[in-house]
């Protein structure tokens, strides 16, 4: 089961992500938590994302297509994958189509998530992420037992949760802008694809996770 996840920044993409790895095994590819660790590491790669990452902009796509196509090649791809946050252009997905012919891979569920702006908005301000595990939660589940819960990558405690530099009210808006500019012409990309899914993003995470879990059974 490979799937692709397509939506604005906030539509819930990560959260499903987490639902599903859990459910099936199957590998989270998270283009923005992959440059979050490579920015902690201090790579190469790291370096190169920050300053885009932090202005809210898209990181040049020779930089995410290299990124993916390493981490495609790896043998936990056998698997199944959901890739989240990828592709975010038009030169991406044509990228990505290459790539996956190369790699005998096919997509078993295009999932677009649609969220209008000011709920984005909201989401996005009032979002914390854990340093570790990089689950996410909202401003109000902190202190209740949701955010307590143990951290998958800190196994000795819960997880730490903090507000992302983009995550910031100005840095929101221009990446909402941006998506919208980029990554709309994405959508279209794959609207003709057989297992084109479009999800309504506005509805609780449960809601969402059996509308998709129905189409991957169903397919
Ligand atoms: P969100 O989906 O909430 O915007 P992500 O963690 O997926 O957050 O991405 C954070 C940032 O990482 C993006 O704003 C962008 O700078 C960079 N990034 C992630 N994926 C891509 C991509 N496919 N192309 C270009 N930049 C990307
Ligand atoms: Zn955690």
Do not use: W
Request: include cysteine.
């Amino acid at each position: 089961m490979n799937i692709l996840f397509i939506g604005p920044p906030g539509s819930g993409k990560g959260t499903q992500s987490k639902l599903l790895q859990d459910q099936y095994g199957v590998v989270h590819l998270s283009t923005g938590d992959m440059f979050r660790t490579a920015i902690a590491q201090k790579t190469e790669v790291g370096i190169e994302a920050k300053g885009f990452m932090d202005r809210g902009e898209y990181v040049p796509d020779a930089v995410v297509i290299n990124l993916i196509r390493d981490r495609l090649k790896q043998p936990d791809i056998k698997m199944g994958f959901i890739l989240d946050g990828f592709p975010r252009t038009e030169p991406q997905a044509v990228a990505l189509d290459q790539l996956l012919e190369e790699l005998g891979l096919k997509l078993g569920g295009v999932f677009f998530f649609d969220v209008n702006k000011d709920l984005l908005v909201k989401r996005l301000s009032g979002r914390r992420t854990c340093k570790n595990c990089n689950r996410v939660i909202s401003l109000d589940q902190l202190g209740t037992p949701i955010a307590n819960e143990r951290c998958q990558k800190n196994p000795v405690g819960p997880c730490e949760f903090y507000q992302r530099d983009d995550d910031r009210a100005d840095v929101v808006e221009k990446r909402i802008d941006v998506y919208q500019k980029q990554t709309t012409p994405v959508i279209d990309h794959y609207r003709k694809n057989k297992n084109f899914v479009h999800l309504n993003g506005a509805q609780n995470p449960k809601e969402v996770f059996k509308l998709i879990d129905a189409k991957i059974r169903a397919s």
